[in-house]
Nanobody
Framework: QVRLVESGGDLVEPGGSLTLSCTGS????????MAWFRQAPRGRRERVAV???????KYLDSVRGRFTISGDSAKNTVYLQMNGLQPDDTAVYYC????????WGQGTQVTVSS
């Protein structure tokens, strides 16, 4: 099965920016759509952004206009550009297919705090 490795998480101040990367062990374009998810402390995992192979995107209401999902098929990588980060964005971020077909990776921690 395709393995996913997330990276790019960090501690940032409110208003800051980060770019997360998710690299697959195989071609991710074999899947109809990839997504980023997050799980806050004591929270449920939620899907925050989806990108189809055709380039269509969809976002969680709370991140729309601040987050951008993109992909580079040549690198088997999906990105999440996050701007205007807020404390409520603090979570472990994961990628997967939009319908969670793959095993979860280890995730990458994003902490937004002053």
């Amino acid at each position: 099965q395709v393995r996913l490795v997330e990276s790019g998480g960090d501690l940032v101040e409110p208003g800051g920016s980060l770019t997360l990367s998710c690299t697959g062990s195989e071609d991710l374009s074999q899947f109809a759509a990839m997504a980023w998810f997050r799980q806050a402390p004591r929270g449920r995992r939620e899907r925050v952004a989806v990108r189809t192979n055709e380039g269509g995107t969809k976002y969680l209401d709370s991140v729309r206009g601040r987050f951008t999902i993109s992909g580079d098929s040549a690198k088997n990588t999906v990105y999440l550009q996050m701007n205007g980060l807020q404390p409520d964005d603090t979570a472990v971020y994961y990628c997967n297919t939009y319908n969670v077909q793959l095993n979860w990776g280890q995730g990458t921690q994003v902490t937004v705090s002053s």
